[in-house]
């Protein structure tokens, strides 16, 4: 955990460890949540869908899937069931 100062203005200066470990430039914009009393800072620069495909990947080989037309094939299968 960092701690950071508030300046007169309100702001903060997010430490340099954390700007580049999520690759925040200088001018970027970020979003503010706050959550259960915490505030979360995240770039909008995140793609959600490249985050969902850093965690997927090679979990289609884990199950045997080797091209798209086996994934397609599998969603397809299950839809039938549904």
Same mark, same amino acid.
């Given at each position: 955990? *960092?701690? &950071?100062? &508030?300046?007169?203005?309100?702001?903060?200066? &997010? #430490?340099?460890?954390? /700007?580049?470990?999520? !690759?925040?430039?200088?001018? $970027? *914009?970020?979003?503010?949540? @706050?959550?259960?009393?915490?505030?979360?800072? @995240? #770039? /909008?620069?995140? +793609? #959600?869908?490249? *985050?969902?495909?850093?965690?997927?990947?090679?979990?289609?080989?884990? &199950? !045997?899937?080797? /091209? +798209?037309? +086996?994934?397609?094939?599998?969603?397809?299968?299950?839809?039938? $069931?549904?």
């Amino acid at each position: 955990m *960092e701690s &950071v100062r &508030v300046n007169e203005q309100g702001q903060i200066i &997010v #430490p340099q460890m954390f /700007t580049e470990e999520i !690759g925040l430039r200088k001018g $970027e *914009e970020i979003q503010l949540l @706050k959550r259960n009393g915490y505030f979360i800072a @995240k #770039p /909008t620069s995140i +793609d #959600p869908w490249k *985050e969902l495909q850093k965690l997927m990947e090679g979990e289609a080989e884990k &199950v !045997g899937w080797e /091209t +798209d037309e +086996d994934v397609v094939q599998f969603i397809k299968e299950l839809r039938k $069931e549904n």
